[in-house]
């Protein structure tokens, strides 16, 4: 059974800073190209960052400067560091695992940015 489960969602201050993680199972996680996905409410998912089997990155222009993604193997973990947060940032986190034709979203983490 796949399962990719996103954690480090919360609370937080504009400008602060939160590293999201998302932990997969039941996928050869080595395979898969990984991406951090975010809805806010009212609007339709929008795909933040992708980062390749063999580590190439890419960014939304929104994220551009203040997000990164990276991947750890060993862990089966891809993680999304945010930084200079702002209210616009607030949604629902989602990553997604694809290879080849197969796709799977994890349920996703919610982001509050707020005073």
């Known amino acids: 059974q796949v399962q990719l489960v996103e954690s480090g969602g919360g609370f937080l201050q504009p400008g602060g800073s939160r590293r999201l993680s998302c932990a997969a199972s039941?996928?050869?996680?080595?395979?898969?190209?990984m991406g951090w996905y975010r809805q806010a409410p009212g609007k339709q998912r929008e795909l933040l960052a992708v980062i390749t089997t063999g580590g190439s990155t890419n960014y939304a222009d929104s994220v551009k400067g203040r997000f990164t993604i990276s991947r750890d193997n060993a862990k089966n973990t891809v993680y999304l560091q945010m930084n200079s947060l702002k209210s616009d940032d607030t949604a629902v986190y989602y990553c997604?695992?694809?290879?080849?034709?197969?796709?799977?979203w994890g349920k996703g983490t919610l982001v509050t940015v707020s005073f």
């Open positions: 039941g996928i050869d996680f080595r395979l898969y190209h």
């Open positions: 997604k695992a694809g290879s080849g034709g197969l796709q799977y």
